[in-house]
């Protein structure tokens, strides 16, 4: 309590994050230049984003009909065309990462993408102004006694907007970047897991938008005004190296209160990015408190924690240990940015604070010709202000108007007047910018920096030379790679063994029923529309039994899903089991039993051929074969004790068996409407997406801890499709009673059908 009555300004004492955002490609080769890694992008897509950038320019500098080049340019068609030839590029990267099982090859492709966008735009500007330029040059000479002059100040003007043409042909394709990814983000995510999708704000970035052409237009449109020169009232250096001395002194006392520890435990303290970029890279951690925004707020804003107090007292039932935190944190809070307010008070930056907020209504009547910074400067350093008078009177003629200065000397007025209060709440509202702005000029530098080590090669010659080094990376369209040879590398195969058929069609044919036509009706016909959504082959029909494969072809990465979409397609032939027997149960028919085993092999199958029939031999047909039966006594035995699961192992032990009697047989399996995976398919499973390990226990379905897996699959459709891998080690048991004696190393895999642990997955990844 003595804590709570007499606060100390430190800042251990809030939940303080850290961001950090880091780019690695040092695992991939290097280019012919031993420098920079040598990517070649699609030449059609070159074509593509010229083409449209280039118009988007013609656009935004609103430029007369005479300098239009298409008159007809569909614009709906053609950002379609370009998101789709986008989607395909980047699509190649992540196949490409997921053949060489490097993920760096896809956060190249995706660098690459935007190093080819940003470059793009900064040269078909440059090449908007030449055809403006040619266009006024023809009209010379055809009408040479008239010289076009309203279209000379035309182009002038497109070059004065210069900054703010690219940003906003920026912020469109970035957007339409950013909608592409969102959907590849799935697959990736589904791939290689959450941390190889690069966060929405890296590309959402308004510098990146800009390419990196920030001015004060940029900067109070965007952010906050703020300069990089030594002689602006808020200077960006100088401002930074105040907040992170002000969290060094703190943070230091908080080490030295806690022993040298920080208050924060260690399972709550963020890794240390891959590639940092700091201005001041000898305190990271600091660093990564600015650019994590919210920080701001909850260190400062002890107005708003006021607010929340007073919303929490009104709930009839606020919790009493709630609303003590909250008062100590407005005690704190107010201590923080006293102090902070009084440093910057004395280093003359809180007029250069408050003001670009008060001249946000007027500065547009002053820029051009000044620009924001000077209007900035007019208003909080009174020394400047016969030098910008001076400007404004030389730009009279130029503009064929005068400037009044009436609203500008209102404004210094205003901040002049500012309530202590105000200009408080000023700070915390430029310091939360300040940190947005920071966080996004060091990203930005982060991508730069990566962009600068990558060489786009698009000179037939250089990429001759990489590629036959194999030093190139491709990511280009599918009619761009040649024709391909569908060989198949791999494959999986699922068995469906169908018990208690032939009880079946006796029994429709006692009532004078076709089995044939129900069979075909309700149970072949439902699994052979559902083939081609997991791009499956029925291989043969084998008495009750259907055996389906998946193949793997080289060189088509984005279909190495064999196993994943192998256990989506069992989960369907169960479901279409459940409604099978849902109707049979209506008609008074027996009950289909079903079990389902999936085996993978790592090479081609054999084929031969009997006449036109083509029959298939491979070692994964065995494999789900053994894994689709059961055994007759331990469905017998399991039945009646209403097994929580469909699939169980058991090994027999050889206690108290007398040497002269033979061994027991091997492995006891059950498989009732169950789904079996094979080790193997477990293995190559983990290849394909990425696999979430999750230990827990679920009272109800079993005491003991369960371990599961899960991830999502795209199927052929595009759509996403979750599994859950259940593992469990095969217990030795005896034979007389089935009593577990003890548990061996041999793990099995069962591929989960069961709501409740679907239901718990999906409260599990929600928290």
Known sequence: MANISKPTPTIHQFPLKQYHFGISIDRLKRGIDNVRHDVHISPDFHRMTNRLIFQLILHYAEVSPIFHTETRFHWHNEISEFKRLCHEILLHGVNSAKSSREIQIDMLAQISVVKLLSEAIGRQFDEGVQHLKTIIRKQELAQPMEPPVELREEVSTVIQRKDQIIQNVGSDIFQHFIEIQHELNKLRISNFGEKTVIPKEILSNPILQSIGKINGFFLIENYMLIGHRIEDPVNYNTLFNLLINFLAEHYNEDLA???????????????????????????????????????IEMLFDFFKTKETLKKLKKQQAAPGQQILKLKHWIKVQKNLLKEFFHIVTNE??????????????????????LSPQECLQYIVIPKTRKTIVQKLNRFKRYYSQSFSLN????????????????????????????????????????????????????????????????TLYEFILSHEQGAETRQIQSHSVIKADIRGSSKIIDQMKEKHQNPATSFSL???????????????????????????????????????????????????????????NTRNRINRLPMLDIGIGIGFAENA???????????????AINIADRLSECHSSLRRKLRKKNPSFNVYQFKPSTD????????????????????ELHRSGFKKLAEEIHLERIDCRIPELSPAPITLYTGKFPTMAGRYQRLIIREASIPEVSLTDFQILRYTDRKYYEVCTNAQIYTYIKKHLKK
């Open 257 to 295: 209160a806690t022993g040298g520890k920080s208050a924060s435990s260690d399972k709550n303290r963020q890794p240390k990015p891959e590639i940092t970029n700091m201005t001041d890279a000898y305190r990271p951690e600091l660093d990564g408190m600015i650019k994590h925004i919210p920080n």
């Open 348 to 369: 003359l930056m809180i007029d250069g604070i408050v003001a670009p907020y008060m001249m946000q209504p007027v500065f547009k009547e002053y820029c051009p010709p």
């Open 407 to 470: 609203r500008l000397d209102q404004t210094v007025q205003k901040v002049k007047h500012t309530s202590k209060k105000n200009q408080q709440k000023h700070l915390i509202r430029f310091l939360t910018d300040f940190a947005r702005y920071h966080r996004d000029l060091m990203n930005y530098q982060v991508l730069k920096d990566t962009a600068d080590s990558i060489n786009i090669r698009s000179e037939e010659k250089s990429i001759r030379l990489s590629r036959e080094n194999q």
């Open 522 to 580: 309700n149970f072949f016909e439902p699994i052979n529309n559902v083939l081609a959504l997991y791009g499956a082959q029925k291989i043969f029909i084998e008495g009750d039994a259907v055996i389906l494969s998946i193949f793997e072809h080289k060189d088509s990465p984005g279909e190495w899903y064999a196993v994943s979409r192998a256990c989506g397609l069992a989960i369907n032939i169960l479901l279409i089991v459940s409604r099978y």
């Open 605 to 619: 199958p054999t084929f031969f051929y009997d006449n036109d029939n083509q029959i298939m031999i491979s070692p």
């Open 656 to 675: 108290g068996i007398p040497e002269s009697m033979p061994p027991p047989m091997g492995i006891l399996r059950y498989n009732v409407k169950g789904i």
